[in-house]
């Protein structure tokens, strides 16, 4: 499925709810949240559909695959091992059809995070080690070590790649698949029949979210009272809420009058091919070799 | 609150995977003897329920917004052990379809949100709520309850996140992992969360409680009846997992003997001399003549259990005749 062009198009706010210069509200906050949700579906719809390297592998070992190879990155400890894991990532994406800017909006996040994060970790307050930069105040020495930079790039590494790899398997799997892959993984079908609820009611009740707080912004002119947004917030989750429970009780009837017995019956799984006891072979491998680097 | 992956080792992501196993098992059964076909569709609900709360932006004092977890809220509404599937499938969606908490490490977030979150803010709600509560009790009960489990579960994120330099290093003794020690991953994950993400929490656990309340009283009241088994269950896994503490190698900041903080600081104050060994406890060093080391400490813990739930129990039998 192609995402249209005027989805992904910025636009001005309707109505005087923002007016300029002014920060964005909770309901434009809100706003923001559901149609960036319902863009990331989209777009892996998107990508799920190309003919690509990973989208060719049996849903089973591609879920199998790519968490062996989150589970190698765990276990690399040298930067220039979690590189070369960083560049079959890159691999992977260019054999896939995946869009560089698409993952990189997905890795960019944690990422940034991270390197924020560790910024303290490159001196030597934290970590101690040879100098490769410093200064001191009041007495203090204050240095970046070789160290330090060591320990914080390695995490941030780390963390990228390990992102990547669970981008590219959200990017090129569709949801139905990925949870089939996990029930061909041995995860209990209590489970996957929840998760495959769980993602229907999710985009359900974003549609409610959606149209109350389109409502919501349509009628509003002005700034309006912290009391009154806060009730308007309580009043619309605690909606949600009891909305939830009524269509679980309106389901469970639904299900129990057609003889659902809890199971989710799927289409028959395919038996892997050779191509997939490759890609297993191959990420088997890049595993072996990353618990000694 | 979501750990990425990345931060945590392989020891702590599957000591976490397993101690999250029996939690699912126990919920999973719990839940299946409870007719599966009836509470499917509301563990579905409650858990898409709460991934929407978290994308939820709740207006706060200053004109900002802040997003909440909503543990305490579904644990509440649908009670502890439904919520910790609920929260544990809410986890598994955002880590696998959006990256928002790691593969590696769904074990520690569900431990930290799913679990000690979910029955921490259902115990210290029907705790503060025991009895017939004013409204105005009924509200700091659900506060307290959203504030306390937020810092509950952010403490233990942090001290995950803590232990990982002394848990997992490179030859040299650098950290594999997450770079800070607990004295500086604790404040750092408790500050923003005692001051700021916990009244978050707690005011949105209120609001929306509440209101569940005033619109459906018996939604909180039927679903939320005290049963004091999850507390039992708790302590038990505590009593198991307390002889971790031997793995440690050294002894706890602050609780030296003379001879340590003589190397540690040059010379022993007067009064910690004059008192040193005044009292030597019933078990000193939880150590027990003639009994390995790991089974000392687990009866110590068990005595310990004991000793507080009598202590409890005869407090509050006035309490409950008042």
New interface residues.
């Given amino acids: 499925m192609k995402i249209p062009a005027w989805f992904g198009a910025e636009t001005t706010p309707p109505g005087p709810a923002r007016g300029g210069g002014q920060t964005e509200g909770f309901v434009e906050k809100n706003l923001g949240a559901v149609t960036g949700f319902m863009k990331e579906v989209l777009e892996s719809h998107e990508y799920s559909h190309r003919k690509g390297m990973l989208q060719a592998i049996e849903a089973r070992a591609r879920t199998g695959g790519i968490i062996i190879l989150v589970v190698s990155a765990a276990f690399m400890e040298k930067i220039l091992s979690l590189l070369v894991l960083a560049l079959v990532a890159a691999a992977i994406m260019r054999l896939s059809q995946v869009d560089g800017p698409s993952l990189l909006k997905r890795v960019l996040p944690p990422a940034l995070f991270t390197g924020i994060l560790v910024i303290p970790a490159f001196f030597s307050f934290i970590t101690p080690g040879s100098e490769i930069v410093g200064f001191t105040v009041a007495g203090y020495r204050i240095a970046m070590t070789v160290e330090g930079v060591e320990v914080g790039l390695r995490l941030l590494v780390r963390v990228s790649v390990m992102v990547s790899f669970v981008a590219l398997l959200f990017l090129t799997t569709k949801e139905a698949d990925l949870f089939r892959g996990l029930k061909g993984l041995s995860v209990p079908g209590f489970f996957i029949t929840a998760l495959f609820m769980t993602f229907r009611y999710i985009l359900i009740l974003l549609k409610t979210v959606e149209d109350s707080t389109l409502s919501r912004k349509s009628r509003t002119i002005s700034r309006t009272a912290l009391k009154g947004s806060q009730g308007w917030f309580a009043g619309r989750v605690a909606f949600l809420l009891q909305r939830s429970i009524n269509i679980s009780e309106e389901v469970t009837m639904a299900m129990a009058s057609r003889g659902f017995k809890g199971k989710i019956k799927t289409l028959e799984e395919k038996n892997l091919s050779g191509r997939d006891y490759l890609w297993l072979g191959f990420t088997s491998f890049l595993f072996f070799i990353a618990l000694g680097v | 609150m979501h750990i990425?992956?990345?931060?945590l080792?392989?020891r702590t992501?599957i000591a976490l995977y397993a101690a999250m196993l029996p939690v699912?098992l126990v919920s999973?059964r719990r839940?299946?003897k409870a007719l599966?076909?009836?509470r499917?569709?509301?563990?579905?609900?409650?858990?898409?329920?709460t991934?929407?709360?978290m994308?939820?932006?709740?207006?706060?004092?200053g004109?900002s917004?802040g997003h909440m977890v909503g543990g305490a809220?579904v644990a509440i509404?649908v009670g502890p052990w439904a919520a910790s599937?609920a929260l544990s499938?809410?986890l598994?969606?955002q880590?696998?379809?959006?990256?928002d908490g790691?593969?590696?490490a769904l074990g520690a977030n569900c431990f930290n949100m799913a679990f000690i979150m979910s029955f921490s803010g259902y115990l210290i709600y029907r705790l503060a709520a025991s009895g017939e509560p004013t409204p105005k009790r009924r509200w700091a009960a659900m506060f307290l309850s959203g504030y306390v489990a937020v810092n509950i579960a952010a403490l233990a994120a942090a001290v995950e996140l803590g232990v990982q330099p002394a848990l997992e290093q490179?030859l040299?003794g650098?950290?594999?992992?997450?770079?800070?020690p607990l004295a500086?991953a604790v404040p750092a994950m408790m500050v923003p969360h005692l001051l700021f993400l916990g009244p978050i929490e707690g005011?949105?656990t209120a609001?929306?409680v509440?209101?569940?309340f005033r619109?459906?009283e018996e939604?909180v009241v039927e679903r939320g009846r005290l049963s004091t088994r999850p507390l039992w269950a708790a302590l038990i896994i505590m009593i198991i997992l307390t002889p971790l503490g031997l793995l440690a190698a050294g002894t706890p900041w602050g609780e030296w003997g003379v001879e340590e903080v003589k190397t540690l600081v040059g010379y022993v104050p007067e009064g910690m001399q004059r008192l040193a060994g005044a009292w030597k406890g019933v078990m000193p060093g939880y150590g027990m003549g003639g009994i390995s080391n790991v089974l000392a400490y687990i009866l110590s813990a068990l005595l310990g259990s004991i000793a507080v739930v009598t202590v409890i129990y005869l407090l509050g039998r006035p309490w409950q005749r008042r």
């Fill in positions: 990425p992956d990345g931060y080792g392989p992501c699912w999973s839940l299946d599966k076909i009836k499917l569709p509301l563990i579905a609900l409650a858990a898409a329920f991934f929407v709360v994308m939820f932006n709740i207006p706060i004092p004109g917004t809220v509404v599937v499938i809410a598994a969606l880590a696998m379809l959006f990256g790691g593969i590696t490179t040299d650098r950290p594999l992992y997450a770079p800070y500086i005011l949105g609001l929306i509440s209101y569940v619109t459906n939604l």
